[in-house]
Nanobody
Framework: QVQLVESGGGLVQAGGSLRLSCAAS????????TGWYRQAPGNQRELVAA???????NYADSVKGRFTISRDDAKSTMFLQMNSVKPEDTAVYYC?????????????WGQGTQVTVSS
């Protein structure tokens, strides 16, 4: 019933820009904690950016000043604007949301979208 689907990944040159989208169905982001994570081969999944349930926004130090997270709650869509990308940004990017379903808060993840930054 609840599904998160990422899109917008692809190949981009260093210094370029990319915009990722996460579309939610069967739920709403309003008042919930959501964010973007990424995972490169051999690495742990790490937080890139998040919007807390209270509306605060947090960024990993490595992306501050370059990435912007935003949300359109009316359309149940979250975005990650990636500017001035670097090769080290290469990873699979995942959409995350903590949602109330069937009386409990549960963690939901999208399937991931590949971002590859070339030198």
């Amino acid at each position: 019933q609840v599904q998160l689907v990422e899109s917008g990944g692809g190949l981009v040159q260093a210094g370029g820009s990319l915009r990722l989208s996460c579309a939610a169905s069967g739920t709403s982001f309003s008042g919930r904690s959501t964010g973007w994570y990424r995972q490169a081969p051999g690495n742990q999944r790490e937080l890139v950016a998040a919007i807390t349930s209270s509306g605060s926004i947090n960024y990993a130090d490595s992306v501050k000043g370059r990435f912007t997270i935003s949300r359109d709650d009316a359309k149940s869509t979250m975005f990650l604007q990636m500017n001035s990308v670097k090769p080290e940004d290469t990873a699979v990017y995942y959409c995350y949301a903590r949602l109330l379903t069937i009386g409990q808060f549960r963690n939901y993840w999208g399937q991931g979208t590949q971002v590859t930054v070339s030198s």
